[in-house]
C-alpha cells in the first residue's frame, strides 16, 4: 500500500492567527524610486462592492486579443485625504526610528479640519517651523506624511471620525521631499495625485471576520470518518505523549479571518473624473450605499467586506511586468439586489 502524505494544509507563514489590531491595514514599508519629482506613495478608500466591465483585450499575445471580454472590478470610494504632518525616520544600529516630526498645530487644525481634532494629542504651542528646521538638520533615511480621511462626504461608512495614518515619499533627496512636506502642508490631495490609471499597486487591507471556528472551517482539515467514536469535526490527535505540550503547528479552531492581508501586483482600471456617469447601480451597493465621491475600478477582488478601508501603495514587487493596456467599453450598473 502506498504512502498516504500530503502537504501540511494552512501555511504557518501567516501565523499567529489572531485578530488585527485595527480595522485598517498597517504599512510596514514603502518603495524607493530614483525619481527626481517627489510623490506621495499611499491612499486610502472604502471599499463599495463589486460589478462587471466589458473592455477589449489589447495583450497581442493573449488568446482573447482584440476581444471583448468581461472583467471583474471592485469599487472602492476614495475622497480626498489631508496632510497634517510629517515625520522623518534615521538609521540606528537598532533599525529605524523617528527623529522627529512636524504637525499643524491644534489651532490650524481645528479651524480647517475640525473632525480629526480629538483624533491627535495637543498640540497648542507646536512650532512647525522650528520642527522643520530641526529635521533638516537629521541625518535622514526616510521621510513619511501624516495623513488623515475624509470621511464625512463618504455616506456608505458609519464611521464619521476620521483615520490618521502614514503614507511614504518618494523621490528626490530627503530635503526635497522636506520641502514638499512643508508646502503641502494642511493642504488636500487626490488619488490621482498617486496613481495613475493601468498601473500596478498593492492593496492592504483586513479581511472579513468569521470570529471562532473549528478546525475544520479554520484549515480546511479532512472529517474524520462516520465509524469516530468521538468526534468528526477535529483532527485525529494532538502530537506525540512524549512532548508534554501541544505544538504550536497542529492546527486547532481559533480566530478565522479579520486577519491583516497584503494583496500585490492590482491592477488600477480606471480612476473617475467629474465627466463620468454615477457608477452606484440601481438600488445602490449591498450594505454600502450609493458613491458620492471619487473612486477607482481594481481588477479582481480585494480583501474585506464592503465598508472595509482599503489602503494602496506603489507596487514593490512589480518588477518587469507588462502591463497591458484595457479599453473599456460598458461597464455594469445593474442591480446588486439578485432581481
Known sequence: MGKRHHPRRGSMAYGPRKRAGRHFGHVNSWPTSDASEVRIQGF?????????????????????????????????????????GVRGYKMTPYGKQAAGEAW????????AFPEVFNRISNRKDHDSDAHFEALENEDLCEVRAIVATQPAGVTGTPSKVPEVMEVGLTGGSSTDQLQFAKEKLGEEFSFTDC??????????????????????????GKLQSHKNSKKRRQHGNMGDFGTGYVRKTIRQGGQTGYHQRTEYNKRVLKIS????????????????????????LIKGSVPGPAKRLIRFRDA???????????DITYISTSSKQGV
Request: hydrophobic content about 35%; overall charge negative.
Open 44 to 84: 486610502a478608500g472604502w471599499k463599495a462592492g463589486m460589478t462587471h466591465v466589458l473592455s477589449r483585450d489589447l495583450n497581442p499575445t493573449s488568446t482573447s486579443a482584440g476581444q471583448e471580454v468581461r472583467v471583474p472590478v471592485t469599487v472602492v470610494e476614495v475622497p480626498k485625504m489631508r496632510i497634517l
Open 104 to 111: 499643524l498645530n491644534s489651532e490650524q487644525i481645528a479651524d
Open 195 to 220: 496613481f495613475e490609471e493601468g498601473i500596478l499597486t498593492d492593496v492592504v487591507a483586513v479581511t472579513k471576520g468569521y470570529g471562532w471556528q473549528g478546525v475544520i472551517r479554520r484549515f480546511g
Open 273 to 296: 473624473n467629474p465627466e463620468d456617469a454615477s457608477i452606484t447601480p440601481a438600488g445602490g451597493f449591498l450594505h454600502y450605499g450609493e458613491i458620492q465621491s471619487d473612486y477607482v
Open 316 to 326: 514593490v514587487r512589480a518588477g518587469n511586468k507588462t502591463v497591458h493596456d484595457y
